[in-house]
């Protein structure tokens, strides 16, 4: 009888371990130029009074990204600047930029810094009209409302096209192979109002809760990629699941340096490469 019994567990074991179902990868995803971008049109519709009279002024749409940027570099002209937290193109964010992604600053205070050093900057004449400025501040204005920053922020297509198909892969007995994470520099409150909107939930139902590690939560600097606190952090949460298992997602090269650093797989988005991360996805054996 007990070796009846021995013979029928080893050819179930068998059969587990030949199925496929004990292997999982956890599939750690970026949010912003991943699966979610600021929809420019968007903005310039939010400021489109002020966007207008730029233009009639006959002011070049280009320089708007150089002013933003110089405004945020000038709000904190007197503390050493951020060297680590790179933006979409790779290089360092200001610092205020960082307050709000770490949640060390409500959006509220963050915008009354802002306005002060927009002011202070159109006194010492940085600006070549006054339509400049208006412009600038209604741009801040939608940056740290978090209201408007969620209603402006939009899915991208390509990228959720790819996290539909990492989630539909199942193995022979039809259960899900893979599980999602999140792991994203993003304020705190545009991020609770982003997963009630529909363009948002599109993306954010496919995670639960506790999956989704967004930086502006812990209200610490360190928790913002990349640094390894943060990677560290994730692999915390899966105790049971090697390193090796996790394949991250970014658009930042010091992110993906930083995860891999980690013990983790990971692949950079690059100009909207999808067809090259997903033939990297099949390659680790994900897709």
């Known amino acids: 009888m007990l070796r009846s019994l021995l013979i029928k567990f080893q050819l179930a074991l068998l059969v587990l371990l030949g199925s496929g179902i004990a292997y999982t990868k956890i599939i750690v995803w970026d949010l912003g130029h991943v699966l979610f971008e600021t929809s420019r049109l968007s903005v310039a519709l939010y400021a489109k009074t002020e966007f207008l009279n730029y233009m009639l002024h006959g002011n070049n749409p280009g320089n708007v990204r150089k002013l933003l940027f110089d405004v945020l570099d000038a709000a904190r002209v007197h503390e050493p600047r951020n060297t680590t937290v790179p933006d979409e193109k790779g290089n360092s964010i200001s610092n205020v930029m960082c307050d709000f992604q770490a949640g060390t600053k409500t959006p509220a205070q963050l915008l009354e810094e802002m306005n002060q050093t927009i ?169």
Not at 160 to 167: D, F, H, K, R
Not at 168 to 179: I, K, L, S
Request: proline share 3%.
């Open 119 to 287: 002011e202070r900057m159109y006194a010492e004449g940085y600006f070549n009209h006054v339509c400049e400025r208006d412009l600038i501040a209604k741009v801040v204005q939608t940056i740290f409302n978090p209201e408007a920053f969620a209603q402006t922020t939009r899915p991208i297509s390509a990228g959720v096209a790819l996290l539909q198909e990492c989630i539909a892969q199942r193995d022979e007995q039809g259960n899900t192979v893979h599980e999602m994470m999140i792991l994203s520099n993003w304020d705190p409150q545009s991020f609770e109002i982003l997963k009630t909107l529909a363009h948002g939930k599109k993306v954010l139902d496919h995670f639960k809760p506790e999956n989704m590690v967004v930086s502006g939560f812990f209200g610490t600097k360190d928790m913002l990629k990349p640094s390894h606190t943060t990677f560290k952090y994730v692999l915390s949460l899966k105790k049971d699941i090697a390193s090796s298992e996790f394949v991250f997602i970014d658009d930042q090269i010091r992110n993906v340096e930083a995860a891999r650093a980690c013990g983790m797989q990971a692949i950079q988005v690059v100009d909207g490469n999808y067809d090259d991360v997903r033939q990297e996805l099949q390659r680790l054996g994900v897709l």
